[in-house]
């Protein structure tokens, strides 16, 4: 099983900031790496997939990068509606699809 | 607009059983690859298991083997999860999700809002 791992578990940030998450697989998943973003009481939402490739109607503000262990979600500019959990997801050896334990975004 | 549905949840005792729907709509549900996957109360995601787009392959997790059984009915774009032997740390949101491809597993570009199993005595 591919474990991930991710850092830091809270990130304080202010509005206008940039915020840097990062997430780190046991092995190499290639590019095969999702990012959701999840706010209290919803359901996880696509962010990132492909380790770069932002999700429809996601703002050019997201970015993701990496590939093989290391993968970086960067915001570039944040927003209130931004502050959130965040979890990556590897999808390159399955049975099982792990995600990481998730990194709060909060507002500092 | 693709609309994922669940139902079935509730309160259960431990060692019983439950069955999850997930009624799908707004794309052709046989095209593509379901999964489940379930948060406990605070805790992070975690995949359950997953069926492919005809239903012919499934794959689980070691927490759900032999105890939860995934299905799906094409004709009624409906995902099921068949779920026995519950314990208490089975409670948790669960979630249908659907994948981008009818085989092999790959980011979800969309989740239902969740069912919630309760597990107690």
């Given amino acids: 099983e591919i474990?991930?791992?991710?850092?830091?578990?809270?990130?304080?940030?202010?509005?206008?900031?940039?915020?840097?998450?990062?997430?780190?697989?046991?092995?190499?998943?290639?590019?095969?790496?999702?990012?959701?973003?999840?706010?209290?009481?919803?359901?996880?939402?696509?962010?990132?997939?492909?380790?770069?490739?932002?999700?429809?109607?996601?703002?050019?503000?997201?970015?993701?990068?990496?590939?093989?262990?290391?993968?970086?979600?960067?915001?570039?500019?944040?927003?209130?509606?931004?502050?959130?959990?965040?979890?990556?997801?590897?999808?390159?050896?399955?049975?099982?699809?792990?995600?990481?334990?998730?990194?709060?975004?909060?507002?500092? | 607009e693709v609309q994922l549905l669940e139902s079935g949840g509730g309160l259960v005792q431990p060692g019983g059983s439950l069955r999850l729907s997930c009624a799908a709509s707004g794309f052709t549900f046989s095209n593509y690859a379901m999964s489940w996957v379930r948060q406990a109360p605070g805790k992070g995601l975690e995949w359950v298991s997953g069926i492919s787009g005809s239903g012919g392959s499934t794959s689980y997790a070691d927490s759900a083997t032999g105890r939860f059984t995934i299905s799906r009915d094409n004709s009624k774009s409906t995902l099921y999860l068949q779920m026995n032997s519950l314990r208490a740390e089975d409670t948790a949101v669960f979630y249908c999700s659907k994948g981008v491809h009818s085989y092999g597993y790959s980011q979800f570009d969309?989740?239902?809002?969740?069912?919630?199993?309760?597990v107690s005595s």
Avoid: H
């Fill in chain 2, 110 to 118: 969309y989740w239902g809002q969740g069912t919630l199993v309760t």
């Fill in chain 1, 3 to 108: 474990v991930m791992t991710q850092s830091p578990a809270t990130l304080s940030v202010s509005p206008g900031e940039r915020a840097t998450l990062s997430c780190r697989a046991s092995q190499s998943v290639s590019s095969n790496l999702a990012w959701y973003q999840q706010k209290p009481g919803q359901a996880p939402r696509l962010v990132i997939y492909g380790a770069s490739t932002r999700a429809s109607g996601i703002p050019a503000r997201f970015s993701g990068s990496g590939s093989g262990t290391e993968f970086t979600l960067t915001i570039s500019s944040l927003q209130s509606e931004d502050f959130a959990v965040y979890y990556c997801q590897q999808y390159n050896n399955w049975p099982p699809i792990t995600f990481g334990q998730g990194t709060r975004l909060e507002i500092k």
